[in-house]
């Protein structure tokens, strides 16, 4: 079993920026991918960003690339998500995925819902034009 606890939402405005954090406690050594997602009111559950656990290799959807920044601290356990010129479209609920059984971590799959195990509670970030 693995927990993820976001943390780091808020009210912002309009170019204004937020860094949400997910920190995972339990099973976390067989960590393969961590990834962030989000849905706004009346919207589908978006892929936003995820990270490779062991190589650190980075991916983004098309509109966050630029904008939003995904890190990780290994000794930590946690995932970062820096936003930076955030726009009003960017409401929504965030939450942090994490894959931790062993299985094809392709370019596709990492923007896949089910490719993850473990899902946070969700933070929101709220933003005001």
């Known amino acids: 079993q693995v927990q993820l606890v976001e943390s780091g939402g808020g009210l912002v405005q309009a170019g204004g920026s937020l860094r949400l954090s997910c920190q995972a406690s339990?099973?976390?050594?067989?960590?393969?991918?961590m990834g962030w997602f989000r849905q706004a009111p009346g919207k589908e559950h978006e892929f936003v960003a995820a990270i490779r656990w062991s190589s650190g290799s980075t991916y983004y959807a098309d509109s966050m690339k630029g904008r939003f920044t995904i890190s990780r601290d290994n000794a930590k356990n946690t995932v970062y998500l820096q936003m930076n010129s955030l726009k009003p479209e960017d409401t929504a609920l965030y939450y942090c995925a994490v894959a931790v059984t062993p299985k094809p971590l392709t370019t596709f799959a990492l923007r896949r819902n089910l490719t993850y195990d473990y899902w946070g509670q969700g933070t929101q970030v709220t933003v005001s034009s």
């Open positions: 339990g099973r976390t050594f067989s960590n393969y991918a």
